[in-house]
């Protein structure tokens, strides 16, 4: 065989490929996630608060508060010692007195007026 007849024997077996759909497949590990369509309806998900302030504050009685002031401004934190569980105080909206079993305060991180189960309520400042 010559070098053209070998050539033109390769053309011949080539050009019938030529021809054949050239769409790229698209291979994937990856199954189809089932819950794909539930997972576009669902509504998005709310992040919680993140702490806006950490502040202790001396009360009239002359005791300490650990106070987390929560973005949204809607949220505290509450400690009574400084490693003691948190109380969590909530509002219906910003502004409003914050509360939980018995405890209510208002405020601002650098002074706040609060209200503990048993004792009357007092002022405490930064």
Same mark, same amino acid.
Do not use: H
């Given at each position: 065989?010559? %070098? ?16 054949? #759909?050239? =769409? ?7 199954? *189809? ?7 576009? =309806? ?9 702490? =806006? ?6 009360? %009239? #009685?002359?005791? &300490?508060? $650990?106070?987390?002031?929560?973005? /949204? #401004?809607?949220?505290?934190? &509450? ?22 079993? /018995? $405890?209510?305060?208002? /405020?601002? *991180? ?7 189960? /048993? %004792? *009357?309520?007092?002022?405490? =400042?930064?």
């Amino acid at each position: 065989m010559t %070098k053209n007849t070998l050539i033109a024997a390769a053309a011949l077996l080539v050009l019938p490929l030529a021809a054949c #759909d050239q =769409k790229a497949e698209n291979i994937s590990a990856q199954a *189809p996630d089932p819950q794909a369509a539930e997972l576009a =309806k669902a509504p998005p998900v709310a992040l919680p608060p993140s702490i =806006k302030a950490t502040v202790t504050l001396r009360c %009239k #009685d002359n005791s &300490l508060v $650990y106070i987390d002031f929560l973005s /949204g #401004d809607k949220m505290a934190n &509450l400690r009574t010692e400084k490693e003691g569980a948190a109380v969590v105080l909530t509002a219906p909206a910003a502004g409003e007195p914050m509360i939980a079993d /018995g $405890y209510s305060m208002t /405020g601002t *991180p650098k002074s706040v007026t609060l209200t503990q189960p /048993g %004792k *009357p309520s007092q002022t405490c =400042k930064a």
